[in-house]
């Protein structure tokens, strides 16, 4: 069957794909050709309902330019697939229901990404993964009925006054009143110094100061031909520094 040569918007479902929300094409099995042939238009919203997409399945949409809103509902999607959604630069919208083979072990990758709303209703995720949810910036909504989230676990993102969880069976409404009225709280409260952990920071900066002077001595000596010129600096660097490259942020040449 052909398929038009553009669409905007895509949905399967029970073995029909809409196109543009009236073009319509009898597709009982989502192929990798159909998917590669899906992602190769503009597509600005993409779902699936009930099928078991896989991971591999997902793979043509990487870096996906013109992706706003993409779902996969009741598939076979495991915590793999979410660098593939990382890579997609206006994705606002994700909705994963009903895999339950996610459980937000990978949400990290979402950092870099302008998420507004997560759906997991009915997956597998647990306190770690809302954890990594609370951390995507621009994260506002994220729902988690069904899932394995403990209360315990939802207490410990109320530090992150932008997130709203939403669950309307996991936790009960006085449950949920509490956790707002604790994320305003912590929100009003500024953050307490732990002082021994800022004078251990003190101690560490001071120390890498001192042996860069070192180092700065020696080379004003020995000058860049020096033996020991770069494996006393590889030294400082293995010491002190923690290389953890951030997309967005400073170009790789300047690190």
């Known amino acids: 069957m052909e398929l038009p040569k553009r669409a905007r918007t895509a949905d399967w479902e029970n073995g029909v794909l809409t196109l543009d929300g009236e073009k319509k094409f009898d597709i009982p ?16 919203g993409f779902h699936v309902k009930s099928y078991p997409v896989t991971d591999e399945l997902l793979a043509p949409f990487a870096g996906h330019k013109s992706m706003a809103n993409f779902g996969v509902e009741d598939g076979a999607l495991t915590d793999a697939c979410f660098p593939v959604f990382s890579a997609m630069p ?16 990978s949400l990290s990758a979402l950092q870099g990404c302008k998420l507004d ?36 676990g939802l207490l410990a993102i109320a530090g992150n ?5 939403v669950a309307h069976v996991q936790f009960t409404q006085e449950q949920m009143e509490h956790f707002f009225r604790l994320q305003r709280e912590k929100a009003k409260k500024p953050v307490q110094l732990d002082e021994q952990a800022a004078a251990e920071c003190r101690r560490v900066l001071s120390a890498f100061f001192a042996e860069m002077t070192q180092w700065e001595q020696y080379m004003e000596q020995a000058g860049f031909e020096g033996a020991e010129a770069v494996p006393r600096l590889l030294t400082i ?3 002190y520094v923690s290389e953890k490259p951030r997309p967005g942020y400073r170009p790789l040449g300047l690190s």
């Open 237 to 239: 660097w293995e010491k």
């Open 117 to 152: 709303l997560l759906t997991l209703n009915r997956t597998g995720l647990d306190d770690a993964g809302l954890l990594q949810a609370a951390s995507i910036p621009k994260l506002s909504h994220i729902q988690i009925d069904h899932t394995a989230v403990t209360y315990e």
């Open 90 to 105: 206006k994705l606002r919208y994700l909705l994963l229901d009903g895999n339950a083979a996610i459980h937000g072990s």
């Open 161 to 165: 006054n932008r997130i709203e969880p």
């Open 29 to 44: 099995e989502l192929t990798t050709e159909i998917m590669e042939q899906l992602a190769g238009y503009t597509l600005v």
